[in-house]
């Protein structure tokens, strides 16, 4: 019985924050509270006028990894005509991630909880308001970004049995097609409309597995290039205490042990042998971060830490820099990291497989290299940061190449593929 009244509870009033995200901390969050979305209407919209309103959901109070993808796309659809809308953790709200939505112009589905920290009346509420949402046609497309969501969307969508509602999922990271993981989701994957993807080699892998051609995409990131631009950072330099004219490398990500940060530190004092002038900024935060350090500091006095930092300030990180690196994708696999050092003009050291290996072509925008061999990295940055010709042609066709991924790019071929998924055969979304 508690059950089903979870179920069947009442909608919130627009413009009311859930009990659970009325806090201090939450109260960002109001700005981006959304209003009810307009029925679908009951006459089938002709294909290209479709869909008329999308749910993007991440269960995640972070505005770092797929939460700034889903944004930007959702921000970049309604530019189109989409009423696109965001699906976040209000359990959790956290990084004022109500005021970025605001800024966005993006409307937040805050009736949704959306927490990872699993609690059965959350997971009964979101269950129950998916369902009725999905019922009543607010919604033609809904797009999960993490197996959470994933799974909510699918039980709402089989309930609600309307032919016309597509499930998408935007299995993004290497781990999402890894085969341990695959063993646990390709299930949900094959009872989904259609997946999305940032690299062909992840759609390849999909495809071997045996999900259908049309029914998987590859969609790199994009990059506002109008903000992330070319210049100088001598202020933040001096910060750091690295020398104005010194050789720079540096990597912008969480300090995440998966993110490869202990092999590059490893391999920045091996290219000091070859380039002894050279400097290493470690750009970010993370759970890492204490042990990164204590290795910094037996490796070489030459390696800082530079803080994390955000607008304005992130731009200026990428400008400081001579040498950009990053050598495994963060949570949501995009690499947009990638696309932003490249975009304000700086050759890159990538490391090869997902998409950063695609993004980066080598020998034109940077260097691709296997992201755990040591040498291998070693030789790619000294050899850069020991030739500043090179490393400015580099610099230039990687500005170059990021323009070609803008975030309207991203958003047209993703509603390509929608419009795709709808001229075919719905999946039952049924276990």
Known sequence: MLALLLLRKAALPAGTLPLHARSRRGAGVACAVAAPPRRAARRPPRLMDWPRSALLLVSSSSRTGPVEGFISLARELRARGVDARFGGDTVRPGENLGEHLALAGVPWETGLRLSRKVRPADLLHDAGSLTRWAREGRFDVLQAGFAHDHHLSLWAAARAKRPDLRVVRAAQRRIDV????LRLRLGALRRSDGVIVHAEAYRRRLLELGLEPDR?????????????TPGSAPRLRREWGVPEDAPLAGIVARMKPERGHRTLLRAFARALSASPEAWLVLVGRGEDEGPLRALAGQLSPRIVFGGYLRGPGLVEAYRALDVAVWLREGNDGACRGVLEAMACGKPVVAGSGGASGELVRDGLDGRVVPPGDEEAIASAIGSLLGDPERARRYGES???RAGEFTPGRAAEATLAFWRRLRALEPRSHRP
């Open 178 to 181: 890894e085969p341990g993981a």
């Open 216 to 228: 998987v995409v590859a969609i790199p990131a994009g990059v506002d290039a109008a903000w992330f």
């Open 398 to 400: 990687a500005r170059r």
